[in-house]
């Protein structure tokens, strides 16, 4: 390697550790002013508290979420909505990307086109006439409004990402077992599912942190305080309680990030990859 | 439907080929379901309702034809506000994230030793999205005594008041879309690698000479993933809602109260479905027509290697 090449790697490396220490300095500074009494956090970039005052008194209070409720309850109610909507989601989404990807009928380029031009239109298109559905049929401030429309394959991404990795996979495979007698269902279960294991937990677990992420939804459909999720309570320490120890603000919100973060980091191989190829390829 | 060809297609497979498969269309009922029920159901329902005086609780007040979009386009102020704070969000944000993304994305293609260290990290803060706690976050990260002024500060510059003036509130906005330009930034990597080597074998030439070549020769050849990043980014930032709403509360003075918040308290605090029916109609045309606008000038500058 020569003297200049080496100089770039510096430069490049040197500008690669400071964004992202940028892009990470939120995230630490946020878990360091949880363990930090008020005095400490503000006025200073230190991520750690000052030795001998760190604290881990305000992680109590924060887990009394609201004055009624712990965050165990919210992560509940969370839990609530979101498992059935990674179900409906992954069985809803992997039935019809199948359809596309694995069989040619009449009628199936307009489909697909469906499927991409609601890829591109917004949510908020349709959630008024939603609103009125749920309300003439019961649903409203229930949890299954915030997961029923999943169990239909509306999640057009997780259908295409699906379909894109069901074309690397040959057909070979497919027409072996439909000769050896499985039916279309049982060659999708035995044959294929194995194989996109990883692209089905892939959309699994992405649909479960957005929907930790979800805010308007929980906000429109849900509205008696027992039905209240974790996005609404942490709302909450906006406006409705009053705390005066910062610190309490960042240990709830260090709590509300856990479970995504440590699926992110336990799985980030899973994601990496497969959002690297939905979208790269088309 | 494809002709069977005449001699080399074995029996069974001609069998298979002549009849319509029912198997596909079973599959994809529960889609079909989902399509006409939550999607094309509710988009024609809205077009109905704002057409109408329309009410969820008082009810139907009748038919009032292009009223609701007269008086959104002439007689409401707000509306041309929240229109204008939209654009400023959209105008700046997306070149921002597109900008950073394509730009880190150069960078890590670079054979570097540890760049899924890297991706990984820089993944981190758009995997968190909306998410409420990334907002309280924000608020303090930006807050008069928070680590952003501190720097300012510590550079020599006057502190901003981030969250509550209205020149600088859309900015703590755009910082917190700019954070996370992660999966943007993914895709024009794996972009990147499929780029052949063979296009620039020249090893031994310089950061800038190279910077021109990534602008000249490399990203030409992405131009497709350019254009697909530009229009979801495009679209993300038009339909922004938590940060707006929950870190600057749409002030001060409605600078930050864009179209998504307003359609929502129109329709959801106010019950004004007719009124906020209308205003979802012309957010749709809007983008609509910008994305139509991409499309076709992308024949002048999206480079298709078929």
């Known amino acids: ?282 | 439907m494809e002709q069977p060809k005449p001699s080399s297609v074995s029996v069974p497979l001609k069998k298979v080929k002549r009849k319509i498969p029912i198997a596909p269309f079973v599959l994809l009922i529960p889609w079909f379901i989902g399509i006409m029920l939550f999607r094309i159901y509710p988009i024609m329902m809205s077009f109905w309702y704002s057409l109408r005086d329309f009410h969820p609780i008082m009810g139907d007040r009748g038919f009032v034809g292009l009223d609701n979009y007269r008086w959104l386009l002439f007689d409401f102020p707000l509306f041309w506000r929240s229109v204008e704070a939209t654009f400023r969000y959209v105008v700046f944000g997306t070149p921002m994230v597109l900008a950073s993304a394509l730009f880190i994305a150069f960078i890590l293609n670079f054979k570097l030793k540890g760049v899924n260290l890297f991706r990984t990290i820089y993944y981190v803060p758009s995997i968190l999205g909306g998410n409420v706690a990334v907002s309280l976050i924000w608020i303090q990260l930006f807050g008069s005594n928070g680590p952003v002024n501190t720097i300012m500060m510590m550079m020599g510059m006057e502190p901003v008041s981030w969250l509550r003036s209205e020149a600088f509130a859309p900015f703590t906005l755009i910082f917190l879309s700019a954070w996370q330009f992660g999966s943007v930034m993914l895709i024009f990597l794996a972009a990147l690698q499929n780029v052949s080597p063979s296009l620039y074998e020249a090893a031994s030439i310089d950061g800038a000479r190279k910077f021109r070549q990534f602008i000249s020769i490399t990203l030409p050849i992405i131009t497709p993933v350019v254009l697909f990043n530009t229009v979801n980014v495009l679209l993300r930032h038009f339909q922004e809602f938590n940060s707006a709403f929950l870190i600057t509360d749409r002030g001060p003075n409605d600078a930050t109260n864009f179209l998504n918040i307003l359609i929502y308290e129109y329709a959801f605090r106010r019950f004004e479905f007719g009124v906020a029916s209308a205003m979802t109609w012309l957010f749709l045309a809007a983008i609509g027509i910008l994305t139509l606008i991409l499309f076709s000038s992308s024949k002048h500058w999206v480079h298709y290697n078929d």
């Open chain 1, 1 to 282: 390697m020569s003297t200049k090449n080496k100089i770039n790697a510096v430069v490049r490396y040197t500008l690669l550790i400071a964004v992202g220490l940028l892009l990470a300095y939120p995230l630490f500074w946020m878990i360091g002013s949880a363990f930090k009494h008020n005095a400490d956090i503000f006025g200073n970039l230190n991520i750690l508290p000052p030795p001998g005052r760190g604290t881990t008194e305000y992680f109590a209070a924060a887990w009394q979420l609201s004055p009624r409720n712990t965050m165990a309850f919210y992560y509940w109610n969370t839990l609530q909505f979101l498992i059935p909507r990674v179900i409906g989601t992954v069985i809803s989404c992997t039935l019809t990307a199948y359809a596309i990807a694995r069989f040619s009928f009449p009628g199936k380029k307009i489909v697909f086109t469906i499927v991409i031009v609601t890829l591109l239109m917004p949510e908020l298109a349709f959630r008024i006439p939603i609103f009125m559905l749920y309300r003439d049929i019961g649903l409203l401030d229930t949890f299954a409004a915030l997961y029923i429309q999943e169990f239909f394959a509306v999640g057009s991404f997780f259908v295409f990402m699906i379909i894109q990795f069901m074309r690397t996979i040959p057909r070979e495979l497919d027409e072996s077992a439909q000769i050896d007698g499985c039916g279309p269902l049982r060659t999708l279960i035995f044959i294929l599912v194995p194989i996109l294991r990883p692209i089905i937990i892939t959309v699994g677990l992405l649909t479960f942190m957005w929907g930790m992420n979800d805010f308007q939804g929980p906000l429109i459909f849900l509205s008696s305080p027992e039905n209240r999720v974790l996005a609404l309570a942490l709302r909450g320490l906006l406006q409705d309680y009053d705390v005066t120890n910062f610190g309490q603000i960042f240990a709830a919100a260090f709590m509300a990030l856990i479970p995504t973060l440590a699926i992110f980091f336990t799985c980030s191989k899973f994601f990496v990859e497969s959002v690297t190829s939905s979208g790269g390829k088309e």
